[in-house]
């Protein structure tokens, strides 16, 4: 979960977001090159504009300052291009969840065992424990299985929501009138924290979303106590 002095990425919860934040390391890497070569370029010509004054109409300089950028290019896209279809593969899904947003708060339902249906509203803050935290604990948490993969069916009631859980490298629109998909993976159990991220009104701020991942075999207590419920 990010906290006031995270100045990084949150630490990886699932094989997406590593891959999100190595593609993160290496695109940071060629923007630091970059800044510092052109940075030292123009240093240079502002306190001695005599010394690079053959650049001018230079046809060396002007073949390579072109190919170089489209080098550059090729080398942050082919690593984006790859992620993108990573991102949006679906691997054969152990559990599907649909969610549907609301103004303001997020409805689940496990169509794989029955008919398994609740909603999760942000805890209050005269509800709160002493263990809660302030706008991101909700009343009903999203459980899954970790090492499993989830498929999250996402739609929305009213307006326009975003589903999100930066830890887990998971974020999708929730669009009235359509059903979009997406998949991942918790490689270990926690809690891991979201919220909304689309404006989607007065209680934009008040709708948190929080998956709880456990073992597979408390998973399947967690659902058939739900089921007798």
Sequence with gaps: MATWKTLLLQDSSSPLMEQLSFFHDHTLLVLTIITILVGQLMTSLFYNKFIHRYLLEGQLIELIWTILPAITLIFIALPSLRLIYILDETNNPL???????????????????????????????????????????????????????????????????????????????????????????????????????????????????????????????????????
């Design 95 to 229: 559990l599907t969840i649909k969610t549907i947003g609301h103004q303001w708060y997020w409805s689940y339902e496990y169509s794989d065992f029955k008919t398994l249906e609740f909603d999760s509203y942000m805890t209050p803050s005269n509800e709160m424990n002493t263990w809660n935290f302030r706008l991101l604990d909700v009343d009903n948490r999203i459980v899954i299985p970790f090492k499993t993969q989830i498929r999250m069916l996402v739609s929305a009631a009213d307006v326009i929501h975003s589903w999100t859980i930066p830890s887990l490298g998971v974020k999708i629109d929730a669009t009235p009138g359509r059903l979009n998909q997406t998949s991942f993976l918790a490689n270990r159990s926690g809690l891991f924290y979201g919220q909304c991220s689309e404006i989607c009104g007065a209680n934009h701020s008040f709708m948190p979303i929080v998956i709880e991942s456990i073992s597979s075999s408390y998973f399947i207590k967690w659902i058939s106590k739900m089921i007798e419920i």
